[in-house]
């Protein structure tokens, strides 16, 4: 399956699961952890307490509670510190342990916001490679979304996309 790239809000979508880019304290922030707490409603937050926080990299779920999405995978990426601090990892691990972890509890749906490319800074071309790097791994087992908010991130999406089908990958 095809990666699929959306421009819109994420807490509309009707996927399985989508994936939250929360802070360590799960507990809510801006962006679009602030827009997936304000659709799912308070119940999530309630939720979120008992999960203990999450370190940068790793994922943990709950339900979507309000929100169309059966699940909310919240995952904690890197803050942009100049690209020396091991972010490239970090991010790919997070969009990686979310795959694994929506695998785990059933999902053949996901959406991704493009994670750390807010608040957190993440330069917004590169994030979208290291995306698409792991997504690619597993089209054959889920059906993938990108959601982005920015038409500018779309485009990274879309070059990155157009140039992996000319490559013949
Ligand atoms: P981070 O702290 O990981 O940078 P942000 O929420 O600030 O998280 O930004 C991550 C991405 O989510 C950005 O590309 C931002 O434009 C996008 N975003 C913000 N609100 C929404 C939303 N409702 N749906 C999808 N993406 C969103």
Known sequence: MAIQLHLGDITELNVDAIVNAANPTLLGG?????????????????????????????????PGFALPARWVIHTVGPIWQGGDQNEARQLAHCYQNSLVLAEEIGANSIAFPCISTGIYGYPADRAARIALDVMQAWTARMQLTVCCFRESDLSHYRARLADGRRAGQ
Do not use: M, N, W, Y
């Open 30 to 62: 801006g962006g679009v952890d602030g827009a997936i707490h304000r659709a799912a409603g308070p119940e999530l937050k309630a939720f979120c307490r008992t999960l203990g926080g999450c370190a940068t990299g790793q994922a943990k779920h709950s």
